[in-house]
Structure formats: C-alpha cells, structure tokens
C-alpha cells in the first residue's frame, strides 16, 4: 500500500514539475505606423463571356457536344433531327419549281395575246385576264420561294453553333430527348475572359479610379484586379453599386467566391503581425509577455482589429509601441504562463 501512495505522490510531483515549466514562444515588438487601411467585401468570378443557349425549333436531340469539351466561334454544339423539315423543304421545292413554270406560261400567254390585242384580234378583257394571270403567277411563284427559305432557315436552326470560344459548362438536355424552341440546352462559359464582380458603397465607389489596382483573395489564392466598369445605377435598398474588376491572368477559377480590398487611405496606427492574434468566443486577444523579476510571463490582452492582410493587422486595445507579444506557441496560452524564447 505505502508502493502505491509514493508512486502517486511522484506522479503528482512529476505533473506538478511540468506544469511549472516554461513555455517556448517566439515574440514580436509591437508598432506604430502609417498602414493602409481597407474594407473588405464579398465578390465573385465570373465569365465575361458565358451564354445558356436554347433551341429554336422544337425537335429530337440527335447529337450535342460533350461536357467539358472546349470549342471555338462557329463550331457545332447541337443538331436536332431534321428529318421531316427536310421532307417539307422538298415538297416546298416542287411547289416552288411548279409555280415558276406557271409563271413561264402565263407569260408567255400574255404576250402572245398582248399582240393579238394590238392587231384588234384579242379583246381588251382577254388582254386584262392574260395581265391578271401574270401578276397572280408572280405572287404564286414568290411565296413559293419565301416558304423554301423558312423551311431551310428552320432547317438551319435544327442546329447550334458556339457564338464565342468556350467550354461546354453544363447540359439541360440529352441525346433522344425531346426539346421545344426556346427550351434551354446547353451553357458555354469562356474561362479566358474572367471579370471579378462585387457591390460596394455608392460613396467608395464614386472615389474609385478606372485602372485602380485592389487587392483579391480568395481560397488559398491571392492576387490583384484591374477595375475597369461599374454599373450605370446602385440598388435603392442597399444602396451599394455593382463594379467588376479584371483578375490577373490564370489566377482564379469562374465561380469562385473571393474578397475584395477596398483603400480608405493611410491611417496611423498600431501594428502587430497577424499570428499574433488567438481568436477565442470573446473575440481577438493576444499575449503580451513581460518581465517579472527574473521570468518573463504572459498576460491575455484583448484588442480590436481595425483592418490588415495575410501578414500584419492593424488593431486597437491595451497596446503600444514597443511592446512585446507572442507570434509562435499563443494557441497554448493561458493568462499568466510563464514563458521562454525560443532560440533554433
């Protein structure tokens, strides 16, 4: 019994020991400067080019083009059966062909009755029927003509060709499937003509030159766009106006949710590295180490941050130049822990 209490009491002192230990941190000296300072709102990347494309007559779907597939201007992307508008436009043919000939005869007629009638061998009625019969062949042979060219013209329409370079983004419909005119088919989406877009305060954007620079994120990337256009008139509820910006080449993929940095101009203020910041259910902290005699120890200090980027912050709170706060080892921390620099 006695074993079991002293190997439990040495447990304990081992516990005891290791808990008294020093902790290992890296700090870093808090400063004061001009920063920029930014607000940061949501966008997303989008296609300048991106169509969902219909069909215009109603048909079978013979073939459309493949998911993922890329194309150029011009290229197929679906064809319909055609079958019966092909029979019509051959019946619509004949007919026209029939009518050209009556044409040829009514002609025919009315200038041989044009010469009987100024030999006094044809009454006037017979030359005013022959005239009529000509006019109304006429007629006869150009509606013929105007039917062939909509049937060749819906025949034209049973197919549908990329109106820009793109890739094939999605379908609505599939091979066999019935489709009505004005049915959606397919979407084409140009990946090579990214915008960012994002709505931001009318006030800000009125401030905002063309050809500024501002900084994006978005998951595990990180760049710049160009703003280039904004919208002609702001949503009279939120009163935030649409602006889109042009990424940097290959950056970002279409769809992507990203942020946006917008400059409020250079504020002077206290500055700290971002790592130094522990977020817990109260907010933002960070821990100051200070000397104690002869151990340096931590003390929680919570602070406001104002603004920053991926490296440094900008914040308010119990701070000021000079100080000294934990970069490397503050996940751990707990108010009044006793700490070592770290020294590798």
Request: net charge positive; charged share 25%.
């Amino acid at each position: 019994m006695k074993r079991v209490i002293s190997r439990m009491l040495l447990a304990l002192a081992l516990g005891l020991s290791l808990s008294a230990q020093a902790k290992m941190v890296t700090l870093a000296d808090v400063t004061q400067g001009d920063a920029a300072a930014s607000i940061w709102v949501s966008g997303t990347v989008a296609s300048r080019q991106q169509a969902a494309l219909s069909a215009e007559v109603s048909g079978r779907v013979e073939w459309i083009a493949e998911f993922g597939s890329r194309v150029k201007a011009g290229d197929e992307l679906l064809r319909l059966d055609g079958a019966a508008l092909r029979l019509s436009l051959e019946q619509s043919q004949a007919e026209q062909a029939k009518e050209e000939s009556n044409l040829r005869f009514t002609k025919a007629e009315f200038q041989r009755l044009e010469r009987l009638h100024q030999q006094k061998s044809a009454s006037r009625s017979q030359y005013d029927k022959a005239r009529y019969d000509v006019e109304q062949a006429t007629l006869a042979e150009r509606l013929a003509r105007v039917k062939v060219r909509l049937i060749e013209e819906q025949l034209r329409r049973t197919h549908i060709f990329a109106p820009f370079d793109g890739v094939v983004n999605d379908h609505f419909i599939q091979p066999g499937e019935h489709v009505d005119a004005g049915e959606k088919a397919l979407e084409l989406v140009n990946p090579d003509e990214p915008d960012i877009r994002l709505r931001a305060p009318i006030v800000w954007a009125q401030q905002l030159g063309d050809g500024a620079r501002l900084r994006v994120e978005g998951e595990q990337l990180s760049g710049h766009g160009v703003y280039y256009q904004r919208a002609a008139s702001a949503d009279p509820k939120s009163r935030l106006i649409e602006l889109r910006l042009k990424p940097e080449p290959g950056r970002f993929i279409i769809g992507s949710p990203v942020r946006v940095a917008l400059p409020l101009g250079q504020q002077r203020t206290m500055l700290l590295p971002r790592d130094a910041l522990v977020l817990n259910t109260e907010g933002s902290v960070v821990y100051q180490a200070k000397q104690v005699g002869k151990e340096l120890k931590v003390s929680r200090v919570p602070v406001t941050v104002l603004f920053g980027d991926s490296n440094q912050v900008a914040v308010s709170g119990a701070l000021k130049q000079g100080d000294k706060v934990v970069v490397r080892g503050a996940g751990s921390l707990q108010d009044g822990d006793k700490v070592e620099l770290f020294r590798g």
